[in-house]
Nanobody, 123 residues
Framework: QVQLVESGGGSVETGGSLTLSCVYS????????MGWFRQAPGKERERVALIGPTWTNIVYLDAVKGRFTISDDKAENTLYLEMNSLKPEDTAMYYCAADRTWAMVERGRPTYWGQGTQVIVSS
């Protein structure tokens, strides 16, 4: 059974930093693609950062390029999202998600989701 558990959210001021973590389990030896998504109240869900199973595919939302970094520590079964220079518009619930196929993650339709962690950036 696949499980994704996020942590690391919180409240910061504009310009601050946070690192989100997602501990995952249940994939066994199968390759998987993962990503971070976010949803703010009243807005559609966005694909923030995606990473493929061999790290050759990494995609960022234009609004976070140069500020956010996604990484996958397979030894620790943990996906990270390092967020720097945070802005109020980054305020959202952030979700870790995964799928055995890159296409599903890229389309924003991964099979597995975590419970989310809240990020609040104050001006």
């Amino acid at each position: 059974q696949v499980q994704l558990v996020e942590s690391g959210g919180g409240s910061v001021e504009t310009g601050g930093s946070l690192t989100l973590s997602c501990v995952y389990s249940g994939f066994g030896h199968s390759p998987y693609s993962m990503g971070w998504f976010r949803q703010a109240p009243g807005k559609e869900r966005e694909r923030v950062a995606l990473i493929g199973p061999t790290w050759t595919n990494i995609v960022y939302l234009d609004a976070v390029k140069g500020r956010f970094t996604i990484s996958d520590d397979k030894a620790e079964n943990t996906l990270y999202l390092e967020m720097n220079s945070l802005k109020p518009e980054d305020t959202a619930m952030y979700y870790c998600a995964a799928d055995r196929t890159w296409a599903m993650v890229e389309r924003g339709r991964p099979t597995y989701w975590g419970q989310g962690t809240q990020v609040i950036v104050s001006s």
